[in-house]
């Protein structure tokens, strides 16, 4: 079953697990597990996707219960007046907060994507960035005997595909468990060492109107096993506590990481 976090006659909202597609995708025509389908069946009626969350990223996804609904927060969502915080835990140390605006350039799926424009220009795009917490822990990889990271509170002013990944790239410090834009020594040595395989980003918060009484609406998606066990081992307890959890059982076949 998933995890609900809020849900009424027009809308719901689960904390969707790391690994797990949004719904079937010709893509990944092996995949059995989908968050569609199970959400389905597990509230008996049908759920309509209004915006995106990639496979490897856990936390709030929001649907709705009909096609109005649907429509109405689909236009919050390109309005941008619904606000997301995202967590991340990055490689090295990162002190201050800062801004990232940097034009990115649109990425491509070879299979998806192959009727775009693939000289399209690039299109602006801004995230915020919290240093809320670091690490040093002594595993060697590469030519150091330890290493760093960082836990980072991440809030994207726009939605550009894969933006927070690609901003923290850009910065030097990449997202643990990015296998595209990440450090794949850094992921394999993370992932062996504490048992945390996957994308460390997690859609922790999202405020909005609700789309029918307008109301304001808040969200929080509290962190999965392998997000508890590494802020564990980093001795990060406390410093998200809305975030922490005691564990929760896991899907059949899954890590709810």
């Keep these: 079953m998933l995890e609900i976090l809020y849900q009424d006659a027009h809308l719901v909202a689960v904390n969707k697990p790391a690994g797990w597609l949004v719904h079937r995708s010709w893509l990944d025509r092996h995949e059995t597990v989908f968050v569609m389908q199970t959400l389905r069946d597990q509230i008996g009626q049908h759920v309509f996707t ?10 709030i996804l929001l649907m709705a219960l009909s096609s109005e609904v649907a429509r109405l927060l689909s236009q919050q ?22 801004t990232v605006d940097y034009a990115l350039t649109e990425e491509l799926d070879k299979i ?21 917490a670091q690490a040093e822990v002594p595993l060697a990889i590469g030519r150091y005997p330890t290493s760093r990271f960082s836990l980072v509170e991440l809030t994207p002013e726009t939605g550009r595909k894969h933006q927070l990944r690609r901003h923290m790239a850009h910065l030097r410090h990449p997202i643990i468990g990015d296998t595209t834009h990440g450090d794949l020594r850094q992921n394999r040595g993370i992932a062996g060492h504490f048992d945390c395989p996957g994308l460390m980003l997690h859609a922790s918060h999202m405020t909005l109107a609700h789309p029918v ?3 304001p609406l808040a969200l929080t998606a509290r962190w999965d096993n392998r997000w508890q066990r590494l802020t564990t081992a980093f001795g990060w307890q406390g410093c998200v506590p809305a975030l922490e959890r005691v564990e929760f059982p896991a899907q059949p076949g899954q890590d709810n990481g």
């Design 112 to 132: 998806a994507d192959k009727f775009s424009n693939p000289d399209k220009a690039p299109q602006p795009a801004i995230s915020h960035y919290r240093a809320l």
């Design 77 to 98: 969502f390109e309005q941008r007046d619904v606000q997301k915080t995202y967590h991340a835990v990055v490689r090295g140390y990162v002190l201050e907060d800062g």
């Design 213 to 215: 009484t307008g109301e």
């Design 50 to 59: 209004v915006h995106r969350l990639d496979r490897p990223t856990s936390g």
